[in-house]
């Protein structure tokens, strides 16, 4: 499911189009068997149609409150939690619709990637899937890095720069000219200068090599941010209705921060986010924080 908007900034980039055609090209490589089902829930409440969903209601189910609804959410006192209002209506409207055996939940800028239906299919093969509240499908690559505080990653940067420098040295003692001895002062040396090599490079350059096979990606805890492509195995998606709808949403706390919260109090509720990306978050422009300059490439 796509959940989308009417925007006013950035429109001329139809960033709907872009994930609806990419959606639309993924689908028709998945065989006979079709790999999933598209919807779009189209949550514009304003005046104004969004007209780029109207493009799409031959191609794929287009879903919209009524006028009765429509009115009730232009009276949210906020616009975190009107976003999550909306995200709390597409997930249910979905499950009424289809009662989907997994739920993908994707904004209108988070454009799948080429192995996007393989790599999910892999996930829901594996057990941990069966006890998961959401799996999150993005992290920003900026959040990615190794230099953040989480245990695993600092565990992973240490063990590479352990199994780096120790390679080097086997190297370098069997196969250099010159006098190379193994000794622990030159095995910290070549693990700290490994480790800062692989900061500097960027740890999700590294983490593309496991796009090899689907077997490869990596499950770790989630974090706090973002939501811009969510996967709710089972009934997980209802679940995630009912907890957000009993949250209020501001700045501060949208509603990743409410689900991180959920997954970390709630007995028997797990999250995981997967590595590398999924999706790439080609949307510049926010539609739910003013844009104040235009965004440029720098």
Request: glycine share 4%.
């Amino acid at each position: 499911m796509v959940v989308t908007a009417r925007r006013t900034e950035g429109k001329d980039y139809h960033y709907l189009l872009q994930v609806a055609q990419r959606l639309k090209l993924l689908l028709t490589t998945c065989g006979s068997k079709p790999c999933a089902e598209v919807m779009l829930c189209d949550v514009e409440s304003g005046p104004a149609l969004n007209e780029d969903a109207l493009l799409l209601e031959e191609q794929f189910l287009v879903v919209r409150r009524t006028p009765d609804e429509r009115s009730q959410s232009q009276e949210v006192a906020n616009i975190f939690e009107k976003e999550k209002r909306d995200y709390v209506f597409c997930l249910r409207k979905g499950w009424d619709l289809v009662k989907p055996k997994n739920v993908v939940i994707l904004e209108d800028d988070a454009l799948p990637l080429s192995d996007f239906f393989p790599a999910i299919n892999n996930l829901l093969s594996r057990k941990f899937a069966l006890n998961s509240l959401y799996i999150k499908l993005y992290h920003p690559e900026r959040l990615q890095r190794y230099w953040n505080p989480e245990p695993y990653r600092i565990l992973e940067w240490i063990g590479l720069g352990l199994f780096g420098s120790t390679i080097l040295l086997l190297l370098f003692v069997h196969c250099s000219p010159f006098s190379f001895s193994l000794s622990l002062p030159h095995l910290l040396f070549l693990a700290l200068y490994i480790m800062a090599v692989a900061e500097l490079a960027g740890r999700h350059y590294l983490l593309e090599v496991r796009r090899l096979s689907p077997q490869l990606y990596a499950v770790c805890p989630a974090t706090e941010c973002c939501t811009p492509a969510m996967l709710y195995p089972g009934n997980a998606s209802i679940r995630v209705a009912d907890y957000l709808a009993q949250a209020t949403c501001a700045q501060g706390n949208a509603k990743d921060m409410v689900l991180y919260r959920v997954a970390r109090s709630t007995p028997d509720e797990k999250a995981h986010s997967v590595e590398p990306n999924l999706i790439k978050h080609i949307g510049a422009y926010s539609s739910v924080r003013t844009n104040h300059k235009p965004p440029r490439l720098i």
